[in-house]
């Protein structure tokens, strides 16, 4: 069974940072792909980044593009999702998401505010 727990996030102010976690157990997290998602308020799912299995391939929506970077640690069945120059249209729920099965964890307000 896929389980998924996000942390990390919190209340910052523009231009802050923030580093989410979300740690993956209940499959072989090393061969999946994974990856990020958010949900403004009264909007909808909105996909951000991706990582394939081993980390050799990530990608990014434009609209996160050169200010988040997404990586993995295999070695603790780890995603990551680093945010810089944050801005207050990137408040929002954060969810990691296992590509395979589409599972979401209940994840991590992310707040940006001055």
């Known amino acids: 069974q896929v389980q998924l727990v996000e942390s990390g996030g919190g209340l910052v102010e523009p231009g802050g940072s923030l580093r989410l976690s979300c740690a993956a157990s209940?499959?072989?997290?090393?061969?999946?792909?994974m990856s990020w998602v958010r949900q403004a308020p009264g909007k909808g799912l909105e996909w951000i980044s991706g990582?394939?299995?081993?980390?050799?391939?990530?990608r990014y929506a434009d609209s996160v593009k050169g200010r988040f970077t997404i990586s993995r640690d295999d070695a603790k069945n780890t995603l990551y999702l680093q945010m810089d120059t944050l801005k207050e249209e990137d408040t929002a729920v954060y969810y990691c998401?296992?590509?395979?099965?589409?599972?979401r964890g209940r994840g991590t307000q992310v707040t940006i505010s001055s």
């Open positions: 998401r296992h590509d395979a099965t589409d599972t």
């Open positions: 990582i394939n299995a081993g980390g050799g391939m990530t």
């Open positions: 209940g499959f072989r997290f090393i061969v999946n792909s």
